[in-house]
């Protein structure tokens, strides 16, 4: 996809599933909107495209695919509908994650995730490949005036019918996210495979835009984009503005390192052994070492919050640590510090199945070294410090409780195993539940 995503980002990329896939989670599914064929003389010219750019990308055009254009309107009543049709146990679901999302302070209390991925998210979506259907969808009027955002956006999807044909796009997930070491936890295949689909495919219509419109084809879409008053993602809030800018921002990064390095043979490769995490997405050494997630989930809630749902149990990542981190202390380097030695990293979440606005989410981080634990527990303590906790020591381990505005929290520290595990709650109520087992806060 191109147009525009995961700590809560992986509890984000929940609300995508939800919202966007029309799978599995409504009452019916909601069919995609019939494509309008391309008009011949538009068809023509769509073509001259695809195949400059399989050109470019060194890929074959991929024969399956069906092409044809929906109208703005037609995909943002798309997803409408998923809503409409969505289940009622789901839609709870998708408050609760509203309610995450705003205790960690990561979105503020106005933002209505619905509404923002009914009709802000979709009115970003310039184009698609839908991989299950083989449809390459342009969004748009189907007129012959092509912008240069068109143009890039066709390139950039015709690389994504180019990769399903040569790849297959769903066997290549299905290969990495159902083996041991994502179920483990020692990898996020989840996020990186796309990272890798996505990378690729925005390196590509770069490498087409600069072929095609020059250098500055950058300053040319702002001012085109100027000229017709179109609209950007700036209204996200930022933390999930910057969780989907990875895809198309550090994804590609690391793809243009492996191509720079070994042209296109490099990335071609990389689909047969990906990048397992998103520190190896950031850190090209990483990748090369292969160097691992380090430990297990953590323990499960669900015995001590009777009566509560366990809503997702996923891995985050180094990029994902770096998000919330500079989300809450608004410092750059403070966020890249905390998140620097990253090991491993594990978001659950929990709701109260008789009230979707009690929540509870455990952050489980494992650390490299010591100085790496030490350092992320700097910059937290002034992230509670920025959120106006009140904070209390409960042991010479380092162990406490906070309170601050809209969330209850403990953390818990274990210096031998360079671990740092955080539990929040909307009350303080839930927050006992779900230290129970917790002997330093009993």
């Known amino acids: 996809m191109r147009g525009v995503t995961r700590f809560a980002a992986v509890t984000f990329s929940a ?70 049709a969505t289940s009622e146990e789901d839609l709870a679901d998708l408050e609760a ?92 295949y989840s996020a990186t495979i796309d990272c890798l689909i996505e990378g690729d495919a925005s390196l590509a219509d770069e490498l087409y835009a600069e072929q095609v419109f020059g250098s500055d084809w950058r300053a040319k879409v702002d001012a085109e984009s100027a000229a017709s008053g179109a609209s950007g993602p700036m209204d996200m809030p930022e933390f999930l503005l910057r969780d989907f800018v990875f895809n198309y921002r550090e994804c590609p990064d690391f793809v243009r390192q492996l191509y720079d390095e070994g042209g296109w043979d490099a990335v071609n490769a990389a689909y047969q052994h990906p990048p397992s995490t998103t520190e190896q997405v950031l850190h090209l050494d990483k990748f090369k070492s292969r160097e691992l997630a380090s430990t297990l989930p953590p323990e499960d809630l669900t015995k001590q919050l009777d009566d509560w749902n366990l809503m997702d149990s996923s891995q985050f990542g180094e990029f994902d640590v770096y998000n919330y981190a500079v989300t809450l202390a608004k410092d750059n380097g403070a966020a890249s510090a905390a998140a620097a030695g990253w090991g491993s990293g594990w978001s659950s979440v929990y709701r109260d199945k008789n009230d979707s606005g009690r929540v509870v989410v455990q952050l489980s981080f494992g650390w490299d070294t010591r100085d790496d634990l030490v350092e992320f527990l700097t910059v937290y303590e002034a992230i509670l410090g920025g959120l106006a906790a009140s904070i209390e020591i409960v042991d010479d381990k380092g162990n406490a409780r906070w309170t601050a505005p809209g969330q209850f929290g403990v953390i818990t520290i274990d210096l031998d195993l360079l671990r740092a595990d955080i539990r929040i709650a909307s009350h303080e109520d839930a927050l006992k539940l779900a230290t129970s087992d917790l002997t330093a806060f009993n």
Do not use: N
């Not at 609300?15 to 019916?28: D, F, P, Q």
């Open 15 to 84: 609300v995508l599933l939800v919202l966007l896939a029309a799978c599995g989670g409504g009452e019916k599914e909601v069919p995609f909107p019939t494509l309008a064929p391309f008009p011949p003389e538009l068809q023509q010219r769509i073509h001259e495209i695809r195949d400059r750019v399989s050109a470019i990308r060194g890929l074959p055009p991929y024969e399956l695919v069906i092409e044809g254009i929906i109208s703005p309107e037609a995909l943002q009543q798309h997803s409408r509908d998923q809503i409409a």
């Open 97 to 188: 994650y509203d309610a995450v999302l705003t205790i960690l302070g990561l979105i503020g209390p106005e933002v209505d995730l619905k509404q923002l991925f009914a009709d802000d998210f979709s009115g970003l979506i310039a184009g698609l490949y839908l991989i299950d259907e083989d449809r390459l969808v342009l969004v748009g009027s189907g007129d012959l005036a092509l912008s240069i955002q068109d143009e890039i956006t066709l390139a950039h999807e015709y690389v994504h019918s180019f990769q399903d044909g040569a790849y297959g796009i769903d066997k290549t997930r299905e290969q990495w996210q159902e083996g041991d070491l994502e179920e483990d936890g020692y990898s996020q």
